[in-house]
């Protein structure tokens, strides 16, 4: 494998040190960021993460340095160089260098390939263990790279032997650090839209359960998610990820349920399709 | 001027790239700062910006990669090497590079030279306006590189004529972006220790005033201080700071009160005579 990242029109190798100590990005916590992969060498639904991140860079009134066409180009360049079948792609936009460290003037735009995450196969066929902690992202719609408590808690939650944090506040349940929750009742399939990033896998899985459930979007409370039948997380590394333990409560009967067992299928035979016309 | 920067052990020219794109106080937003100046070419309060950022280098459960006899040493060196009369100089710290993007393996730090920020001494004779603004830092006694909504709000302070936000949640005052917040009522001086981080020019105030007035640290609400007959902010490159408007109100008669004028004298005359023993 040979990886490269893209910085400001360059073609780096991955490794260059390309970041001064006074970026926005590194002093004020000023950036942010997208991870997406390709399935059978093509990237997947590309059209939904540059959307995301184009809402997010004008959230955060970052002018991006790179239009759509061009950054597609750009992916399909470092896919080429890095002669491997599959990348995982990172974008990160930061403030860049600041006169006053306040006022933005020129963005820093990094797209990094990067190796596969390691995959859990066996979270997915078991279930994970979540540990619920009162917290709500700040600006939770943009995917800005403030994941302060996740890293604060890894040691907490490696102890625990737990995989990740549910974010409660006040009871009301938006998310994990890095994907979104649902749970199902009745043979309903349930999730919220408030306080949470609009994950891409989210709406994949919506788009898949159409016509196999009734589906409910509203705010779910911590109570209602402990007592479902079944709760699973989605993002674009866990795709389609059972909750078997909430704490130290066990969802429906420790097991992966039925109808996340489905879902798991439709999403990883999507997957396994994917680019294939 | 010649400005340098220490990066974990090496000097290294201020503008030099130290950073790889996927540190984690880049992707993740899990660093540390602290700034603070030489007056007479003495670095101001050594012991208690130490002292506050190796507690919150321990609650980031971040390990210092330098002690503070061996960080005074290159505070020193840095200053000699800037032909200077005053520097600045801001630490960072960060999570460094992780192979999982998530558990810390080894803290990149950094110590800047910096030349003095721009003094606003008009602002100190007249006073400042803020916006009030909705938030509540997270983990606020920990000095971490999270200022998004500052950058953010900029442009709009910009437009208001406004130096600053005067952050408050559910009414109760906190701390302005990068300084904390004082009011005079009768004679008394007012601030709180709730959500805040314990800013060593607020200390230094604090001592100031024992023999001037008397003094109640306790939580703060927004009317409160909105009919105040002063207000007032500090940091270390504010000093002290009268608020002459918060949003549309005018505070006390629009003018630098009486107490917060003999503050500001006697925070000065500390600054003027510092380091000459």
Known sequence: ???YQ???GQILPLEERIFTSNDLGLIRGYGLFDFFRTYNGVPFRWDDYWERFENSARS???TLPIGKQEAYAVLLDLYARSEAPEVAFRFLLTGGIAADSVHVESPNMVIRTESLPVDHPQGRLQGIKVLPYSYVRDLPTIKTTNYVHMILMADEMKQQQAS???F???GEVSELTRSNVFLVKEGRLITTDRHILYGITRKVVLELAQDLMDIEIRPIYLPEMLEADEVFTTSSTKWVM???QIGDT???QGAVGPYTRVLQERFEALLASWGKS
């Open 60 to 62: 955060l009134k970052l």
């Open 250 to 252: 066990t969802i429906g």
């Open 168 to 170: 409660h506040k006040d």
């Open 242 to 244: 059972p909750i078997r």
């Open 1 to 3: 494998m040979a990886l």
């Open 164 to 166: 990740d944090l549910l």
């Open 6 to 8: 893209y910085f400001n």
